[in-house]
């Protein structure tokens, strides 16, 4: 049996002719960047997380470099993140010319919790960036009263964390701004490239809309030195065919999580645990294992594809090793031992049987 790492087949065949027939309204519309399909989108993603404003950028990386931006993260400045996170949330500190600053995450949950926040603020330090990784929300609460006590901004990285909730509220909605990336293979994915940020300041919200678009206040009247990073209407257009179903999407994700969660009883693999008062939406699910490489080789051998995520990480990377920064040994630990198990809305009982199977018999 072959069984992929990630299929839309199922999910694309559900919505094949509601998605060719927006395709069609689009075409015939003759207006493709910033019509009534952004603009639409940008109204049902901000009401799905009861946020104010919702404003569509070109990828999930221009959402947290133009929000920082909005706030007026620049040179000088320094911003806490998790050690264990895509390259991208380090990126868009540093294009700001902040410098990004690694924690430790929790060794449960692997996200960003109250662990490190302290030694790593300075007085440089301007925000904070919890990651909401592999779909599962970050220790909101630590991280609120820490930002709270130092003044700093909070922006949330929600790109793996589509329609997931902590204590009651969607992730994205607790920070000044939350930040998402509509990457395909995302819970909610577009059919190419596409990002959001949602805020209740109505005020940031504008200044990132003008810092996507030229940095335009109006058209051909530049108020900021801005980029060009929009949303465009296509992909607005099957994102909001994709957005009346997510919550069903991330339902079966977690009932596939549960099946891998009771019944695999390998010793040598680490099952991911939830914290308390949260629902994972497992967009990624994540065990550990020392002898990861070996691991993954033997289900690749038997048909199984999995993916490795961040096997270096970020302050090991070439790009930013003139940091010079300390060693972060759980950091190193997941991103030595990570492996990502077959996730996606579509995967069968009989394959979630058959990867189970050959785990336990690892």
């Given at each position: 049996?072959?069984?992929?790492?990630?299929?839309?087949?199922?999910?694309?065949?559900?919505?094949?002719e509601?998605?060719?027939?927006?395709?069609?309204?689009?075409?015939?519309r003759?207006?493709?960047?910033?019509?009534?399909?952004?603009?639409?989108?940008?109204?049902?993603f901000?009401?799905?997380?009861?946020?104010?404003?919702?404003?569509?950028?070109?990828?999930?990386?221009?959402?947290?470099?133009l929000?920082?931006?909005?706030?007026?993260?620049?040179?000088?400045?320094?911003?806490?993140?998790?050690?264990?996170?895509?390259?991208?949330?380090?990126?868009?500190?540093?294009?700001?010319?902040?410098?990004?600053?690694?924690?430790?995450?929790?060794m449960?949950?692997?996200?960003?919790?109250?662990?490190?926040?302290?030694?790593a603020?300075?007085?440089?330090?301007k925000a904070?960036?919890?990651?909401?990784?592999?779909?599962?929300?970050?220790?909101?609460?630590?991280?609120?009263?820490?930002?709270?006590?130092?003044?700093?901004?909070?922006?949330?990285?929600?790109?793996?964390?589509?329609?997931?909730?902590?204590k009651?509220?969607r992730?994205?909605?607790?920070?000044?701004?939350?930040?998402?990336?509509?990457?395909?293979?995302?819970?909610?994915?577009?059919?190419?490239?596409?990002?959001?940020?949602?805020?209740?300041?109505?005020?940031i919200?504008?200044?990132?809309?003008?810092?996507?678009?030229?940095?335009?206040?109006?058209?051909?009247?530049?108020?900021?030195?801005?980029?060009?990073?929009?949303?465009?209407?296509?992909?607005?257009?099957?994102?909001?065919?994709?957005?009346?179903?997510?919550?069903r999407?991330?339902?079966?994700?977690?009932?596939?999580?549960?099946?891998?969660?009771?019944?695999?009883?390998?010793?040598?693999?680490?099952?991911?645990?939830?914290?308390?008062?949260?629902?994972?939406?497992?967009?990624?699910?994540?065990?550990?294992?020392?002898?990861?490489?070996?691991?993954?080789t033997?289900?690749?051998?038997?048909?199984?594809?999995?993916?490795?995520?961040?096997?270096?990480?970020?302050?090991?990377?070439?790009?930013?090793?003139?940091?010079?920064?300390?060693?972060?040994?759980?950091?190193?630990?997941?991103?030595?031992?990570?492996?990502?198990?077959?996730?996606?809305?579509?995967?069968?009982?009989?394959?979630?049987?058959?990867?189970?199977?050959?785990?336990?018999e690892?």
């Open positions: 049996m072959n069984v992929p790492f990630v299929s839309f087949e199922k999910m694309h065949g559900e919505i094949r509601e998605m060719y027939k927006k395709f069609q309204e689009v075409y015939e003759n207006w493709f960047i910033q019509g009534d399909e952004s603009e639409l989108f940008e109204k049902e901000a009401e799905y997380h009861g946020a104010a404003e919702c404003v569509g950028v070109g990828n999930g990386l221009d959402a947290l470099f929000s920082l931006k909005a706030l007026g993260i620049g040179e000088g400045d320094e911003v806490i993140i998790p050690g264990n996170t895509f390259i991208a949330t380090a990126l868009a500190v540093t294009y700001t010319g902040a410098v990004p600053v690694f924690v430790e995450p929790d449960v949950t692997y996200n960003m919790g109250g662990h490190g926040l302290e030694e603020y300075t007085e440089k330090t904070v960036i919890p990651v909401h990784l592999y779909g599962q929300p970050a220790d909101m609460d630590a991280v609120l009263e820490f930002a709270a006590r130092h003044q700093l901004y909070v922006l949330e990285d929600c790109a793996q964390a589509h329609g997931a909730v902590y009651g509220k992730t994205g909605t607790f920070g000044d701004i939350g930040c998402f990336s509509f990457y395909p293979g995302k819970n909610l994915g577009a059919l190419g490239d596409g990002g959001a940020v949602i805020t209740d300041d109505l005020e919200a504008r200044k990132v809309r003008a810092l996507g678009n030229y940095g335009f206040r109006k058209k051909y009247e530049c108020q900021y030195l801005g980029n060009n990073s929009r949303l465009d209407e296509l992909q607005a257009a099957f994102l909001r065919i994709k957005l009346k179903h997510l919550d999407y991330n339902a079966y994700r977690n009932k596939v999580a549960g099946r891998y969660l009771r019944e695999i009883v390998n010793p040598k693999i680490i099952l991911p645990q939830i914290g308390p008062d949260r629902t994972h939406v497992w967009h990624i699910f994540a065990v550990l294992c020392e002898e990861r490489d070996r691991l993954q033997y289900l690749a051998d038997h048909g199984v594809m999995t993916v490795c995520h961040y096997p270096i990480p970020i302050y090991e990377q070439e790009a930013y090793r003139s940091l010079a920064l300390t060693e972060l040994p759980f950091t190193k630990q997941i991103s030595s031992q990570e492996l990502s198990l077959p996730m996606y809305y579509g995967i069968t009982e009989e394959e979630v049987g058959y990867v189970v199977r050959l785990l336990n690892f």
